[in-house]
């Protein structure tokens, strides 16, 4: 088992920055990818981004924004949001799994979610 923990939402202007993290216990934390999806209210749950031995990837919308980076030391993945847009509010979510994708079946372990509220 894996427990996942993040913490770092809040409320921030448009254009501003927030840093993201995600606390992990558990089994071997640094065998798994590492991805936060986000899900915005009466939206599906999404792809933002992975990060696995094979290297970063990132959803289209925030690629140049955003970056994913883990600390292993400290079972810690961040993410770290710049250039903010309103469309980004959403609940951020951490997830770790066997694989690194966009699908979010292929993650086992999630957060409870953060909730990031960006105003225009």
């Known amino acids: 088992q894996v427990q996942l923990v993040e913490s770092g939402g809040g409320l921030v202007q448009a254009g501003g920055s927030l840093r993201l993290s995600c606390a992990a216990s558990?089994?071997?934390?640094?065998?798994?990818?590492t991805a936060w999806f986000r899900q915005a209210p009466g939206k599906e749950r999404e792809f933002v981004a992975a990060m696995s031995w094979r290297g970063q990837r990132y959803a289209e919308s925030v690629n140049g924004r955003f970056n994913i980076s883990r600390d292993n030391d400290k079972n810690t993945v961040y993410l770290e949001m710049n250039s903010l847009k309103f469309d980004d509010t959403a609940v951020y979510y951490c997830a770790a799994g066997p694989s690194s994708s966009q699908d979010l079946r292929s993650y086992d372990y999630w957060g409870q979610g953060t909730q990031v509220t960006v105003s225009s």
């Open positions: 558990g089994r071997t934390f640094n065998r798994y990818t």
